[in-house]
């Protein structure tokens, strides 16, 4: 694939009349690099997020092994492309036929469950002539506060307080391992999120008197967006590992976390074209049923870049908002996204953050859908790894001024 050195070369180049998404390798190297180095255990890849093929390959060969699935159709895939990778079913509710084809198919021996009725579906999927399965390794989510996050996950899944003890203690009859796995929500602006949802982890052991082997903490790590600018990877990861190494568990306990959005928000943005404008509204070729699905229904805001050969420096900035190409009213991002206030139809935006979930998202609804891809060397809008992107141009630098020597 040509690389293209950033997203006006790929204006210049081609002025192309789809939405390009523009891919960076390097910084979702970079993203799970970090996670695999300093995350205190074992990172699980959230695959929801993002389940490029391209872009799994690139965390695996950047140390990462193991992967949260949600559906049969992900186990596949991923057993598809990376056959020696660990698979972890980790959604709360699953159909009997997809258990026993994840277990009895594709070697799926970790799975999580919020209801006696699921453990015992998944006793029932993973039995052969009536023999229970020895080396199931099941983790029984809990169901923690969202109140940190800028999108809950506290409403569908999680075991009722007043039924973790004894749901706990029937997990540790048929577990050959048994874990505790919590969510406290998409893009968590606070390392105290963690440890709130460890205090109830602390409690359910106490209260079921069980050995746990494995504390899941879920997702939840955030980026960076216009708005929302979190506090440094390192410090989520450093409440984490003081509240694991306080809990009442087996001394050969791992320690695990499922990151999405955090390994792949950076690996990818969007060049969209303004077909029109109508004052501070702007009519763009991708929107709420492609990669734009978050900044239409949950109002998200991603960063943008007006990207005009000849834009006037000296113009000043505006608010605007976008509406997406379907003949949709609902196709309609509110923003505000920050642009130039000359801009339009004909104008080229690059829309960045958009490697989670944004390319997962994408639907063909009334004929849209067609989206090229391009790979660009430039740095993402916005980091969490800005310190090991220094490191990386500094050795890059070095290797060039050795080469010339």
């Keep these: ?43 699980l890849y959230a695959v929801k997020a993002n389940p490029s093929p391209q872009l799994l390959q690139l965390l695996w060969d950047s ?19 990376l056959p020696d990778a660990s698979l972890c079913f980790m959604h709360p ?60 996950l506290a409403a569908k899944f999680g075991a009722d307080p007043a039924d973790v003890a004894s749901l706990l203690a029937a997990t540790r009859q048929v577990a050959d391992c048994l874990g505790i796995c919590f969510h406290v929500g998409s893009q968590a602006m606070s390392p105290q999120a963690y440890s709130d949802a460890m205090d ?11 050995v746990v082997d494995i504390i899941d903490v879920g997702g939840g790590f955030p980026s960076v967006y216009p708005g929302m ?15 694991f190494e306080d809990l009442p568990i087996s001394y050969s306990a791992e320690l695990w976390c499922e990151p999405g959005r955090a390994l792949c928000a950076e690996y990818a943005s969007l060049l969209v074209k303004v077909e029109k404008r109508r004052g501070k509204e702007l009519y763009v070729n991708d929107g709420a049923y492609g990669a734009l699905f978050d900044a239409a229904h949950i109002g998200w805001r991603f960063p943008v870049i007006a990207l005009n050969p000849e834009t006037n420096i000296n113009v000043r900035m ?13 196709d309609f991002m509110p923003g505000p996204f920050i642009l130039p206030d000359d801009m339009g139809a004909g104008d080229y935006i690059e829309i960045g953050m958009l490697g989670a979930y944004g390319c997962a998202m994408r639907t063909e609804f ?40």
């Excluded at 009997?96 to 029932?124: C, M, P, T």
């Design 1 to 43: 694939m040509y690389e293209f050195p950033d997203a006006l070369a790929v204006v210049r180049a081609l002025s192309p009349d789809d939405p390009i998404t523009l891919l960076r390798p390097h910084a979702a190297q970079r993203a799970a690099r970090f996670f695999t180095e300093k995350f205190p255990g074992k990172s």
């Design 318 to 330: 505006t608010e605007f908002s976008f509406y997406g190409p379907t003949c949709d009213d609902m």
């Design 229 to 243: 600018e979190p506090p440094v990877l390192e410090s989520y990861f450093d409440v984490i590992e003081r509240c």
């Design 366 to 405: 009334n004929g849209f859908g067609d989206v090229d891809t391009v790979t660009v060397g430039d740095e993402p809008m916005a980091s969490l790894y800005t310190q090991i992107a220094a490191n990386d141009i500094g050795e890059k630098q070095n290797s060039a001024n050795m080469s010339k020597q």
């Design 93 to 152: 509710v699953k159909s009997e036929r997809a258990i026993a084809q994840a277990y009895h198919n594709h070697g799926v021996r970790v799975f999580s469950l919020d209801s006696h009725d699921e453990l015992d579906k998944i006793v029932r999927a993973t039995s052969k002539d009536g023999v229970t399965a020895t080396d199931l390794e099941l983790c029984v989510r809990i169901r923690v506060s969202s109140d940190h996050a800028k999108l809950s």
């Design 63 to 81: 140390g990462i092994t193991h992967f949260d699935v949600a559906s049969l159709g992900e186990v596949r895939l991923v057993h598809k492309f």
């Design 200 to 210: 109830l982890v602390r409690a359910a052991i106490v209260e079921a008197s069980v």
